[in-house]
T-cell receptor
């Protein structure tokens, strides 16, 4: 079945460091890909999405490109801030999953000043 | 952005009792709502998909008689954990999908259930 694998955390960075969180997926068909962020004590929020190959989703300085050839959707940010500290989830929908979201395990990011 | 309210945020109950969790879409209509369960340091696992006015569709391995889902209106879905036991202790999260073309899911803040 469909699945999402993302890098284990926690990821600990200093402010203004470069961030990469790897995400790969397995799915039939042509899924849409998402990154969700969960700040402490809050619900998941959609960070960015891409619906087809080579699409780049971007928001708040974060970017991810839908790479069908490598089945990847890595999250990147050039300069992280303390306020980016949160748990990041990679997810897909479509394919076998239908409209439901299939999530990765989540990666905790901790940014210190 | 769209807001999904989930209540309560934390509940502690005795073994054998039932607990109801509410999920409301506050400023949009949601024909479909989803219920997830999250174990510590684990991913969100889809439990069931709830469509307004019809029976919920449960994922394999989820007991429909233990986890009762009702989606009575376009803005409210409830999950009732019946005869809860300590192994049901977990973090339960709902999401609501808007009816528009963007097909985006909006998430509640989650409910932490602790069964003693």
């Amino acid at each position: 079945g469909d699945s999402v694998t993302q890098m284990e955390g926690p990821v600990t960075l200093s402010e203004e460091a470069f961030l990469t969180i790897n995400c790969t997926y397995t799915a039939t068909g042509y899924p849409s890909l998402f990154w969700y962020v969960q700040y402490p004590g809050e619900g998941l929020q959609l960070l960015l999405k891409a619906t087809k190959a080579d699409d780049k989703g971007s928001n708040k300085g974060f970017e991810a490109t839908y790479r069908k050839e490598t089945t990847s959707f890595h999250l990147e940010k050039g300069s992280v801030q303390v306020s980016d500290s949160a748990v990041y989830f990679c997810a897909l929908s479509g394919g076998q999953a239908g409209t439901a979201l299939i999530f990765g395990k989540g990666t905790t990011l901790s940014v210190s000043s | 952005g769209a807001v999904v309210s989930q209540h309560p945020s934390w509940v502690i109950c005795k073994s054998g009792t039932s607990v109801k969790i509410e999920c409301r879409s506050l400023d949009f209509q949601a024909t479909t709502m989803f219920w997830y369960r999250q174990f510590p340091k684990q991913s969100l696992m889809l439990m069931a998909t709830s469509n307004e006015g019809s029976k919920a569709t449960y994922e394999q391995g989820v007991e429909k008689d233990k986890f009762l889902i009702n989606h009575a209106s376009l803005t409210l879905s409830t999950l009732t954990v019946t005869s809860a036991h300590p192994e049901d202790s977990s973090f339960y999260i709902c999401s609501a999908r808007d009816r528009g073309p963007k097909n985006i899911q909006y998430f509640g803040a989650g409910t932490r259930l602790s069964v003693l």
